[in-house]
Nanobody
Framework: QVQLVESGEESVQSGGSLQLSCTMS????????MAWFRQVPGKERKGIAT???????TYADELEARLTISQDNAQNTFRLRMSNVKPEDTAMYYC????????????????????WGQGTQVTVSS
């Protein structure tokens, strides 16, 4: 049974940094994509960063300068770091995992991801 559990800061001051972690268990893919999405009420869930098991990362264009996604294979964890956070970064953040095969590249589209965490609410105060 696959489980993804998010953890990290829930409340951050504007201008600070944020780190979220996603701990995985039960993943049986040989190669896979790990991603972070976020969602605000009334809007679609949006992919913001992804990394594959070879370390190749992709970011949403508008956020790339402030994001770093990384993986820690020893701890079965991947992380998202966001710098210079802004009130508009307030959202529910989700981690997700999906197979790399047959595409051989990771995408920020939600349909590529079969497994999801429960989400963690992040609030940025001004």
């Amino acid at each position: 049974q696959v489980q993804l559990v998010e953890s990290g800061e829930e409340s951050v001051q504007s201008g600070g940094s944020l780190q979220l972690s996603c701990t995985m268990s039960g993943i049986t893919y040989g190669s896979y994509c790990m991603a972070w999405f976020r969602q605000v009420p009334g809007k679609e869930r949006k992919g913001i960063a992804t990394v594959d098991t070879d370390g190749m990362s992709t970011y949403a264009d508008e956020l790339e300068a402030r994001l770093t996604i990384s993986q820690d294979n020893a701890q079965n964890t991947f992380r998202l770091r966001m710098s210079n956070v802004k009130p508009e970064d307030t959202a529910m953040y989700y981690c997700a995992v999906g197979a790399l095969f047959p595409f051989n590249y990771c995408s920020l589209s939600s349909h590529r991801y079969a497994y999801w965490g429960q989400g963690t609410q992040v609030t940025v105060s001004s």
